[in-house]
């Protein structure tokens, strides 16, 4: 049953690193550290916007406009706030984006065995353009990079 929350979406602010950063622990098995999640946020190219709801951060994107191209660096949400759109409406906040400042191409890296993210990308028309062997140190396993082309 869905939850019927507004979210709102926002730039991630120093204040929000540590809830951002518990996320990241909970869903990644190699988590970026908390340095590294505050160093995002003095990199001129890096977009690092939350999802929040009453004040407390339910999810993320961190991706890099470089010239014409955007880099999706990672995306998650909290487990207890899984199959509420809310990774979907990130997305669609980045392709607005994305459209807005001119870029042709959004790349990014998944698992080939996470078949409910690439289900997810495929939704949203990114393809697979290559791949990435033994990309992931924890397993060996491979990372197929997609792309969306997007036309002005």
Request: glycine share 2%; hydrophobic share 45%.
């Amino acid at each position: 049953m869905a939850k019927l929350i507004k979210i709102k979406i926002r730039p991630m602010k120093e204040k929000d690193v540590k809830q951002v950063w518990q996320i990241e622990k909970l869903c990644f098995k190699q988590p970026y550290s908390l340095a590294i999640l505050r160093q995002e946020l003095n990199i001129e190219a890096a977009q690092v916007w939350i999802a929040t709801w009453r004040n407390k951060v339910l999810a993320y994107i961190d991706f890099w406009h470089i010239h014409d191209e955007i880099e999706l660096v990672s995306i998650a949400v909290h487990p207890d706030w899984r199959r509420e759109k809310i990774g979907h409406d990130l997305m669609n906040a980045m392709i607005d984006y994305a459209k807005k400042n001119h870029v042709k191409f959004i790349y990014l890296d998944v698992r080939s065995g996470n078949l409910a993210a690439q289900k997810f990308y495929t939704n949203l028309d990114f393809k697979q353009v290559g791949l990435r062997k033994r990309y992931y140190a924890d397993n060996d396993e491979d990372a197929m990079i997609l792309k969306k082309e997007l036309h002005s």
